[in-house]
């Protein structure tokens, strides 16, 4: 228990950053209609499945239009 401890500092922080990418990575995906690369169902998935980091990132890549 006194390992995780030391950690928190980090942990916390980037856990905030984390659920504030996901959050927004989420109401865009069900704010807008049109998409690079997919749809709506397959962005959800793979935000939700890939939720560290890596969905909303590739989101952003591979299937956010460009306005």
């Known amino acids: ?3 995780i401890r030391e950690f928190l500092p ?16 989420l109401h865009h995906i ?10 709506r169902a397959l962005w959800l998935v793979v935000t939700i499945v890939c939720m560290n ?7 952003f890549l591979l299937g ?3 306005a």
């Open 53 to 59: 980091f890596v969905g909303p990132i590739l989101y």
């Open 10 to 25: 980090f942990l916390i922080p980037l856990l905030i950053v984390e659920l504030g990418l996901l959050g927004y990575t």
């Open 64 to 66: 956010k239009e460009d």
């Open 1 to 3: 228990m006194a390992e």
């Open 30 to 39: 069900l704010t807008h209609d049109t998409y690079k690369r997919g749809n």
